[in-house]
Protein backbone atom coordinates (compact mmCIF):
# COMPACT_ATOMS: atom_id res chain seq x y z
CA UNK A 1 0.00 0.00 0.00
CA UNK A 2 1.44 3.38 -1.19
CA UNK A 3 1.89 5.46 1.83
CA UNK A 4 1.42 9.07 0.53
CA UNK A 5 2.52 12.57 2.88
CA UNK A 6 0.12 15.15 3.80
CA UNK A 7 1.50 17.74 1.54
CA UNK A 8 1.52 14.96 -1.51
CA UNK A 9 -2.08 13.58 -0.81
CA UNK A 10 -3.36 17.75 -0.84
CA UNK A 11 -1.84 18.02 -4.52
CA UNK A 12 -3.26 15.11 -5.55
CA UNK A 13 -6.80 16.18 -4.09
CA UNK A 14 -6.20 19.02 -5.74
CA UNK A 15 -5.69 17.63 -9.60
CA UNK A 16 -8.50 15.40 -8.67
CA UNK A 17 -10.78 18.86 -7.88
CA UNK A 18 -9.20 20.08 -11.49
CA UNK A 19 -10.67 17.30 -13.56
CA UNK A 20 -13.89 16.99 -12.22
CA UNK A 21 -14.20 21.19 -13.40
CA UNK A 22 -12.67 20.69 -16.40
CA UNK A 23 -15.25 17.81 -17.19
CA UNK A 24 -18.42 19.50 -15.76
CA UNK A 25 -17.23 22.72 -18.03
CA UNK A 26 -17.45 20.37 -21.33
CA UNK A 27 -20.65 18.73 -20.15
CA UNK A 28 -22.06 22.39 -20.20
CA UNK A 29 -20.67 22.71 -23.56
CA UNK A 30 -21.80 19.96 -24.88
CA UNK A 31 -25.13 20.58 -23.99
CA UNK A 32 -25.75 23.48 -24.84
CA UNK A 33 -24.27 22.97 -28.33
CA UNK A 34 -26.91 20.21 -28.35
CA UNK A 35 -29.69 22.55 -27.51
CA UNK A 36 -28.30 24.91 -30.39
CA UNK A 37 -28.68 22.04 -33.07
CA UNK A 38 -31.51 20.46 -32.36
CA UNK A 39 -33.87 23.04 -33.23
CA UNK A 40 -34.97 26.34 -31.31
CA UNK A 41 -35.24 25.97 -27.40
CA UNK A 42 -37.57 25.30 -25.14
CA UNK A 43 -36.62 28.44 -22.84
CA UNK A 44 -35.62 31.72 -22.49
CA UNK A 45 -32.63 33.77 -22.21
CA UNK A 46 -30.02 31.12 -20.70
CA UNK A 47 -29.27 29.20 -23.81
CA UNK A 48 -28.72 32.12 -26.50
CA UNK A 49 -27.50 34.63 -23.69
CA UNK A 50 -24.03 32.77 -23.85
CA UNK A 51 -23.94 32.93 -27.64
CA UNK A 52 -25.02 36.49 -28.03
CA UNK A 53 -21.67 37.59 -25.74
CA UNK A 54 -19.65 35.47 -28.53
CA UNK A 55 -20.77 37.81 -31.62
CA UNK A 56 -20.71 41.12 -29.67
CA UNK A 57 -17.20 42.88 -30.38
CA UNK A 58 -17.40 45.29 -27.21
CA UNK A 59 -16.99 41.98 -24.13
CA UNK A 60 -15.31 44.14 -22.06
CA UNK A 61 -17.07 44.10 -18.80
CA UNK A 62 -16.17 41.99 -15.83
CA UNK A 63 -19.43 39.69 -16.62
CA UNK A 64 -18.26 39.52 -20.16
CA UNK A 65 -20.43 41.15 -21.88
CA UNK A 66 -22.42 44.41 -22.35
CA UNK A 67 -25.27 43.88 -23.61
CA UNK A 68 -28.64 42.04 -22.49
CA UNK A 69 -31.01 39.04 -24.10
CA UNK A 70 -31.52 39.87 -27.47
CA UNK A 71 -34.45 36.99 -28.20
CA UNK A 72 -37.70 35.99 -26.20
CA UNK A 73 -39.40 33.26 -27.33
CA UNK A 74 -43.37 32.38 -27.26
CA UNK A 75 -45.67 30.77 -29.04
CA UNK A 76 -49.22 31.42 -30.71
CA UNK A 77 -51.13 28.63 -30.81
CA UNK A 78 -48.81 25.81 -32.56
CA UNK A 79 -46.80 28.60 -34.19
CA UNK A 80 -42.94 28.96 -32.40
CA UNK A 81 -42.18 32.32 -32.22
CA UNK A 82 -39.14 34.55 -31.37
CA UNK A 83 -38.91 38.07 -30.78
CA UNK A 84 -35.63 39.42 -32.23
CA UNK A 85 -33.85 42.98 -31.03
CA UNK A 86 -32.24 44.94 -33.49
CA UNK A 87 -30.93 46.91 -31.16
CA UNK A 88 -31.96 50.45 -29.59
CA UNK A 89 -31.47 54.14 -30.85
CA UNK A 90 -31.60 57.13 -28.16
CA UNK A 91 -32.03 60.18 -29.59
CA UNK A 92 -33.60 63.39 -28.38
CA UNK A 93 -37.69 63.24 -28.67
CA UNK A 94 -38.15 66.60 -30.41
CA UNK A 95 -38.45 67.39 -32.79
CA UNK A 96 -39.08 64.27 -34.67
CA UNK A 97 -41.18 62.27 -32.40
CA UNK A 98 -43.71 64.79 -30.66
CA UNK A 99 -43.28 68.14 -33.51
CA UNK A 100 -46.58 69.40 -32.54
CA UNK A 101 -46.51 69.03 -28.90
CA UNK A 102 -45.37 71.73 -26.26
CA UNK A 103 -41.66 71.01 -24.96
CA UNK A 104 -43.07 71.34 -21.55
CA UNK A 105 -45.92 68.48 -22.28
CA UNK A 106 -43.46 66.71 -23.76
CA UNK A 107 -40.74 66.69 -20.90
CA UNK A 108 -43.83 66.04 -18.34
CA UNK A 109 -44.87 62.75 -20.30
CA UNK A 110 -41.31 61.91 -19.76
CA UNK A 111 -40.89 62.87 -16.42
CA UNK A 112 -44.16 61.05 -15.29
CA UNK A 113 -42.64 57.83 -16.38
CA UNK A 114 -39.30 58.06 -14.71
CA UNK A 115 -37.32 58.77 -18.08
CA UNK A 116 -34.96 61.00 -18.68
CA UNK A 117 -36.52 64.51 -19.97
CA UNK A 118 -34.41 64.97 -23.11
CA UNK A 119 -34.10 61.52 -24.25
CA UNK A 120 -36.08 58.78 -26.01
CA UNK A 121 -35.19 55.38 -26.46
CA UNK A 122 -36.85 53.14 -29.15
CA UNK A 123 -36.60 49.84 -29.42
CA UNK A 124 -36.21 47.81 -32.68
CA UNK A 125 -38.07 44.53 -32.57
CA UNK A 126 -38.33 41.80 -35.00
CA UNK A 127 -40.37 39.19 -35.16
CA UNK A 128 -39.67 35.41 -36.31
CA UNK A 129 -42.35 32.92 -36.99
CA UNK A 130 -42.00 28.81 -37.39
CA UNK A 131 -45.27 28.12 -38.09
CA UNK A 132 -44.23 24.55 -39.27
CA UNK A 133 -45.22 25.20 -42.93
CA UNK A 134 -43.34 29.05 -43.26
CA UNK A 135 -40.23 30.10 -41.62
CA UNK A 136 -41.49 33.94 -41.62
CA UNK A 137 -39.15 36.57 -41.08
CA UNK A 138 -41.33 40.23 -40.17
CA UNK A 139 -39.26 42.88 -40.87
CA UNK A 140 -35.43 43.16 -41.50
CA UNK A 141 -34.74 45.58 -38.85
CA UNK A 142 -31.79 48.29 -40.24
CA UNK A 143 -29.28 47.14 -41.85
CA UNK A 144 -26.35 50.03 -42.23
CA UNK A 145 -28.99 52.41 -42.32
CA UNK A 146 -29.50 53.94 -39.08
CA UNK A 147 -25.74 53.48 -37.00
CA UNK A 148 -24.11 51.18 -34.59
CA UNK A 149 -26.15 50.57 -32.09
CA UNK A 150 -28.47 49.26 -34.72
CA UNK A 151 -28.47 46.30 -37.85
CA UNK A 152 -28.11 43.09 -35.07
CA UNK A 153 -31.10 41.30 -36.82
CA UNK A 154 -29.78 38.63 -38.74
CA UNK A 155 -26.32 37.85 -35.94
CA UNK A 156 -29.04 37.70 -32.90
CA UNK A 157 -31.26 35.25 -35.49
CA UNK A 158 -28.55 33.25 -36.38
CA UNK A 159 -27.27 33.15 -32.65
CA UNK A 160 -30.61 32.10 -31.55
CA UNK A 161 -30.45 28.85 -34.13
CA UNK A 162 -32.10 30.40 -36.87
CA UNK A 163 -29.24 31.07 -39.69
CA UNK A 164 -31.11 33.71 -42.15
CA UNK A 165 -30.52 31.47 -45.07
CA UNK A 166 -33.57 28.88 -43.45
CA UNK A 167 -35.64 31.74 -44.08
CA UNK A 168 -38.45 31.44 -46.95
CA UNK A 169 -41.16 34.26 -46.22
CA UNK A 170 -40.27 38.05 -45.57
CA UNK A 171 -42.94 40.16 -44.82
CA UNK A 172 -42.85 43.55 -44.71
CA UNK A 173 -44.77 46.36 -42.80
CA UNK A 174 -43.89 49.13 -44.53
CA UNK A 175 -40.64 50.60 -46.41
CA UNK A 176 -38.73 52.80 -43.62
CA UNK A 177 -35.29 51.88 -43.03
CA UNK A 178 -35.82 50.53 -39.61
CA UNK A 179 -37.78 48.00 -41.49
CA UNK A 180 -36.43 47.27 -44.69
CA UNK A 181 -32.57 48.35 -44.12
CA UNK A 182 -31.32 44.67 -43.46
CA UNK A 183 -32.69 43.35 -46.48
CA UNK A 184 -28.96 43.84 -47.95
CA UNK A 185 -25.88 43.11 -46.29
CA UNK A 186 -23.02 45.25 -46.16
CA UNK A 187 -21.25 43.96 -48.77
CA UNK A 188 -24.96 44.16 -50.99
CA UNK A 189 -25.63 40.97 -50.92
CA UNK A 190 -29.58 39.34 -49.96
CA UNK A 191 -29.35 38.89 -46.26
CA UNK A 192 -32.26 36.21 -46.42
CA UNK A 193 -30.83 35.11 -50.17
CA UNK A 194 -33.64 32.16 -50.17
CA UNK A 195 -36.87 34.01 -48.85
CA UNK A 196 -39.70 35.51 -51.11
CA UNK A 197 -40.86 38.53 -49.98
CA UNK A 198 -44.06 40.37 -49.75
CA UNK A 199 -45.22 43.87 -49.08
CA UNK A 200 -48.44 45.66 -49.62
CA UNK A 201 -48.99 46.72 -53.33
CA UNK A 202 -49.54 50.69 -51.71
CA UNK A 203 -46.06 50.85 -50.14
CA UNK A 204 -44.43 49.17 -53.10
CA UNK A 205 -46.13 51.68 -55.58
CA UNK A 206 -45.41 54.44 -53.00
CA UNK A 207 -41.73 53.76 -52.57
CA UNK A 208 -40.58 52.49 -56.01
CA UNK A 209 -42.34 55.64 -57.85
CA UNK A 210 -39.62 57.96 -59.43
CA UNK A 211 -40.84 61.16 -57.79
CA UNK A 212 -41.50 60.24 -53.72
CA UNK A 213 -42.85 63.28 -52.21
CA UNK A 214 -42.11 63.36 -48.49
CA UNK A 215 -43.33 67.17 -48.29
CA UNK A 216 -45.26 66.17 -45.52
CA UNK A 217 -42.98 64.39 -43.07
CA UNK A 218 -41.52 66.98 -39.89
CA UNK A 219 -37.92 65.72 -40.26
CA UNK A 220 -35.28 66.87 -41.74
CA UNK A 221 -34.29 67.08 -45.53
CA UNK A 222 -31.71 65.29 -45.42
CA UNK A 223 -33.19 62.42 -43.84
CA UNK A 224 -36.17 62.44 -45.82
CA UNK A 225 -33.46 62.02 -48.80
CA UNK A 226 -32.02 59.22 -47.09
CA UNK A 227 -35.09 57.07 -46.43
CA UNK A 228 -35.86 57.22 -50.19
CA UNK A 229 -32.55 56.63 -51.16
CA UNK A 230 -32.75 53.26 -48.63
CA UNK A 231 -36.20 52.60 -49.99
CA UNK A 232 -34.66 52.35 -53.94
CA UNK A 233 -31.92 50.66 -52.84
CA UNK A 234 -33.13 47.86 -51.00
CA UNK A 235 -36.86 47.58 -52.69
CA UNK A 236 -35.11 47.55 -56.20
CA UNK A 237 -33.50 44.37 -54.68
CA UNK A 238 -36.14 42.29 -54.16
CA UNK A 239 -38.12 43.04 -57.58
CA UNK A 240 -37.45 39.87 -58.75
CA UNK A 241 -38.50 38.25 -55.42
CA UNK A 242 -41.55 40.12 -54.62
CA UNK A 243 -45.30 39.27 -54.10
CA UNK A 244 -47.76 42.61 -53.74
CA UNK A 245 -50.91 41.98 -51.16
CA UNK A 246 -53.86 44.07 -50.62
CA UNK A 247 -55.14 44.71 -47.13
CA UNK A 248 -57.72 41.66 -45.87
CA UNK A 249 -55.47 39.10 -47.91
CA UNK A 250 -53.98 36.23 -46.12
CA UNK A 251 -50.14 36.37 -47.23
CA UNK A 252 -49.11 33.10 -45.85
CA UNK A 253 -51.54 30.68 -44.10
CA UNK A 254 -51.91 32.41 -40.47
CA UNK A 255 -51.48 35.49 -41.60
CA UNK A 256 -53.33 37.81 -42.68
CA UNK A 257 -52.92 41.71 -44.22
CA UNK A 258 -54.59 44.63 -41.65
CA UNK A 259 -54.76 47.87 -43.48
CA UNK A 260 -52.66 50.57 -41.19
CA UNK A 261 -52.11 52.99 -43.24
CA UNK A 262 -51.38 56.86 -42.49
CA UNK A 263 -48.12 56.38 -41.16
CA UNK A 264 -47.04 55.40 -44.53
CA UNK A 265 -49.67 55.00 -47.61
CA UNK A 266 -49.07 50.97 -47.07
CA UNK A 267 -48.64 50.23 -43.81
CA UNK A 268 -49.65 47.09 -43.15
CA UNK A 269 -50.51 45.70 -39.13
CA UNK A 270 -50.85 41.62 -39.39
CA UNK A 271 -52.93 39.44 -37.77
CA UNK A 272 -51.50 36.21 -36.58
CA UNK A 273 -53.97 33.09 -36.22
CA UNK A 274 -53.36 29.32 -34.33
CA UNK A 275 -56.10 27.54 -33.03
CA UNK A 276 -57.71 29.83 -30.86
CA UNK A 277 -54.93 31.68 -30.47
CA UNK A 278 -54.17 35.55 -31.48
CA UNK A 279 -51.08 37.94 -32.22
CA UNK A 280 -51.17 41.54 -33.75
CA UNK A 281 -48.41 42.71 -35.18
CA UNK A 282 -48.92 46.89 -34.95
CA UNK A 283 -45.54 47.70 -36.99
CA UNK A 284 -45.40 51.37 -35.90
CA UNK A 285 -49.16 52.56 -35.66
CA UNK A 286 -48.00 53.57 -32.49
CA UNK A 287 -44.04 54.03 -30.98
CA UNK A 288 -44.13 54.25 -27.36
CA UNK A 289 -46.34 54.63 -24.33
CA UNK A 290 -45.38 58.36 -22.92
CA UNK A 291 -46.57 59.59 -26.13
CA UNK A 292 -48.61 57.81 -28.39
CA UNK A 293 -50.70 56.10 -25.99
CA UNK A 294 -50.98 58.70 -23.08
CA UNK A 295 -51.05 61.33 -26.24
CA UNK A 296 -52.85 59.55 -29.19
CA UNK A 297 -53.49 62.70 -31.16
CA UNK A 298 -50.09 63.97 -30.93
CA UNK A 299 -47.84 63.41 -34.26
CA UNK A 300 -44.99 61.75 -35.17
CA UNK A 301 -42.72 63.56 -37.75
CA UNK A 302 -42.53 60.28 -39.19
CA UNK A 303 -46.16 59.86 -40.10
CA UNK A 304 -46.70 60.64 -44.27
CA UNK A 305 -50.36 61.60 -43.20
CA UNK A 306 -51.16 62.29 -39.73
CA UNK A 307 -54.33 63.14 -39.39
CA UNK A 308 -54.68 58.96 -41.05
CA UNK A 309 -52.20 57.66 -38.93
CA UNK A 310 -54.02 59.10 -35.64
CA UNK A 311 -57.44 57.71 -37.06
CA UNK A 312 -55.61 54.24 -37.98
CA UNK A 313 -53.82 54.58 -33.96
CA UNK A 314 -57.40 55.09 -32.35
CA UNK A 315 -58.93 52.30 -34.58
CA UNK A 316 -56.20 49.49 -33.96
CA UNK A 317 -56.58 50.46 -30.09
CA UNK A 318 -59.82 50.23 -29.09
CA UNK A 319 -60.01 47.17 -31.07
CA UNK A 320 -57.25 45.42 -29.21
CA UNK A 321 -58.70 47.42 -25.93
CA UNK A 322 -62.13 45.73 -26.94
CA UNK A 323 -61.70 42.44 -27.99
CA UNK A 324 -58.26 41.87 -25.83
CA UNK A 325 -55.70 40.40 -28.14
CA UNK A 326 -51.61 40.12 -27.35
CA UNK A 327 -50.11 42.59 -29.41
CA UNK A 328 -46.36 43.42 -30.91
CA UNK A 329 -45.57 47.07 -31.25
CA UNK A 330 -42.31 47.00 -33.08
CA UNK A 331 -40.79 50.17 -30.97
CA UNK A 332 -42.01 49.08 -28.09
CA UNK A 333 -39.27 48.04 -25.17
CA UNK A 334 -38.02 44.72 -25.68
CA UNK A 335 -39.86 42.04 -26.18
CA UNK A 336 -42.37 44.49 -27.30
CA UNK A 337 -45.69 42.18 -26.41
CA UNK A 338 -48.18 43.60 -24.25
CA UNK A 339 -51.82 44.14 -24.44
CA UNK A 340 -53.68 47.56 -24.13
CA UNK A 341 -56.62 49.00 -21.73
CA UNK A 342 -58.46 52.07 -22.71
CA UNK A 343 -58.58 54.48 -20.09
CA UNK A 344 -61.16 57.75 -20.96
CA UNK A 345 -59.28 59.35 -23.82
CA UNK A 346 -55.87 57.45 -23.80
CA UNK A 347 -54.60 54.11 -23.56
CA UNK A 348 -52.39 51.67 -21.07
CA UNK A 349 -49.77 48.95 -22.17
CA UNK A 350 -49.69 46.18 -19.89
CA UNK A 351 -46.20 44.07 -20.78
CA UNK A 352 -46.82 40.41 -21.06
CA UNK A 353 -44.67 38.60 -18.05
CA UNK A 354 -41.90 37.40 -18.88
CA UNK A 355 -41.53 33.57 -18.90
CA UNK A 356 -38.94 31.01 -18.52
CA UNK A 357 -40.96 27.88 -20.02
CA UNK A 358 -42.16 28.87 -23.35
CA UNK A 359 -46.06 29.10 -23.68
CA UNK A 360 -48.90 29.98 -25.47
ZN1 LIG B 1 -40.25 52.00 -37.42
Known sequence: MMNFSKPFKQVIVLILVACAVIASSIGVTLSSTEAQTSGLSTTNSTPHS?????????????????????????????????????????????????????????????????????????YFNALYLDT??????????????????????????????????TIDTVILTHAHPDHIGGILTAYGRLAYPNARYYISKAEWAFWTAANVSLASLKISEGFKQAMVAAAHRHLSAIRER???????????????AVDAAGHTPGQTALLISSGQSRLIHAADVFFNEAFDLEHPDWQTGFDLDPAQAAATRRQLLNQVALNPMLVLAYHMPFPALGHIRARGERYEWEPTLWQFEVAD
Open 50 to 122: ATNSAINSTNNSATGSTTNAAVYRFKVGAIDALVVSDGSLTTPPLPNYAPTAEPAEVEQALRERFLPADQLTL
Open 132 to 165: GRNKILIDTGSGRELGPTLGRLAANLRAAGVPPE
Open 242 to 256: VTLFQPGQEIVPGIQ
